[in-house]
Nanobody
Framework: QVQLVPSGGGLVQAGGSLRLSCAAS????????MGWYRQAPGEQRELVAR???????NYADSVKGRFTISRDNAKNTVYLQMNSLKPEDTAVYYC???????????????WGRGTQVTVSS
């Protein structure tokens, strides 16, 4: 069984920084893309940032230049460094990973539990 366990998040003033982490554990053969999504109240879940197993990244336009996604393959962990935070970044953030488990012949999407990020003005 595969699990994604996030950490980080919390309350920060506008202009501040936070770092999210998400570690994958369990019977993992390989991890393809990893990413972060967020969902604000009354809004749909949206992609924030994504990184492939080759290190290729893509970001939502709203966070380009402020957020940085990275991963440590040895630790099966993805990070999201969030700088210059704005009140509109307030949302529940979810980590996601596309993982091939041992004994399986295809990759599956896995999601971590949400972690709240609140940016006060």
């Amino acid at each position: 069984q595969v699990q994604l366990v996030p950490s980080g998040g919390g309350l920060v003033q506008a202009g501040g920084s936070l770092r999210l982490s998400c570690a994958a554990s369990g019977s993992i053969l390989s991890i393809n893309a990893m990413g972060w999504y967020r969902q604000a109240p009354g809004e749909q879940r949206e992609l924030v940032a994504r990184i492939t197993d080759y290190g290729t990244t893509n970001y939502a336009d709203s966070v380009k230049g402020r957020f940085t996604i990275s991963r440590d393959n040895a630790k099966n962990t993805v990070y999201l460094q969030m700088n210059s935070l704005k009140p509109e970044d307030t949302a529940v953030y979810y980590c996601n990973a596309v993982i091939v488990g041992h004994g399986l012949n295809r990759a599956y999407d896995y999601w971590g539990r949400g972690t709240q990020v609140t940016v006060s003005s």
